[in-house]
T-cell receptor
Framework: AQSVTQLGSHVSVSEGALVLLRCNYS??????LFWYVQYPNQGLQLLLK??????LVKGINGFEAEFKKSETSFHLTKPSAHMSDAAEYFC???????????FGTGTSLTVIP | DAGVIQSPRHEVTEMGQEVTLRCKPI?????LFWYRQTMMRGLELLIY????????DSGMPEDRFSAKMPNASFSTLKIQPSEPRDSAVYFC????????????FGSGTQLSVL
């Protein structure tokens, strides 16, 4: 079975501060892990994806995430928040075999000027 | 490429009416997904097609919901009869080969059932 948990449904940071959005997964086999972003009134867009190989994954807009198998985590970070980063962020997990793709419940990021 | 195209963008209907949502996936993509998004339940996968065949429909809420994919370039999600609790944003997404690939989302259909 697979699932994904996002800790914190709302996160607020000051402009220029570090962004840290948490995601933990459970999977019986090595997972594929994703972060998607949803801006208001839009569909989701892929930020980054981990499949195999290097555990630190760089994505668009300066975001990156690190796969930590020992902690079953895939936290999303950005060194310096911009106002344009305000959005809903979703962590997701799937695996190569099987048909399931699970989204977390999402974290709403607010950036304070 | 124009991306995943959904129509209509907004739909307001009365309880009991039939609602049909439409989706055109990205050309060449073999997988298509229908999701529902609400504040209470977040993003829920309703159904997943691969090569026009429904692979997983376990998320379809009940018999009032049905989805079809008559060809590789078109899918519909129908609700009949609609109920107020069906009010949500419905997203269509497509990917090249399956759920482990990058999903490309449409802009969604905002459905309001009065």
């Amino acid at each position: 079975a697979q699932s994904v948990t996002q800790l914190g449904s709302h996160v607020s940071v000051s402009e220029g501060a570090l962004v840290l959005l948490r995601c933990n997964y459970s999977s019986s086999v090595p997972p594929y892990l994703f972060w998607y972003v949803q801006y208001p009134n839009q569909g989701l867009q892929l930020l980054l994806k981990y499949t195999t190989g290097a555990t630190l994954v760089k994505g668009i807009n300066g975001f990156e995430a690190e796969f930590k198998k020992s902690e079953t985590s895939f936290h999303l970070t950005k060194p310096s928040a911009h106002m344009s980063d305000a959005a809903e962020y979703f962590c997701a997990v799937s695996r190569l075999t099987g048909n399931q793709f699970y989204f977390g419940t999402g974290t709403s990021l607010t950036v304070i000027p | 490429d124009a991306g995943v195209i959904q129509s209509p963008r907004h739909e307001v209907t009365e309880m009991g009416q039939e609602v049909t949502l439409r989706c055109k996936p990205i050309s060449g993509h073999n997988s298509l997904f229908w999701y529902r998004q609400t504040m209470m339940r977040g993003l829920e996968l309703l159904i997943y097609f691969n090569n026009n065949v429904p692979i997983d429909d376990s998320g379809m809420p009940e018999d009032r919901f049905s989805a079809k994919m008559p060809n590789a370039s078109f899918s519909t999600l129908k609700i009949q009869p609609s109920e107020p609790r069906d009010s949500a944003v419905y997203f269509c997404a497509s990917s090249l080969t399956g759920p482990h690939e990058k999903l490309f989302f449409g802009s969604g259909t905002q459905l309001s059932v009065l």
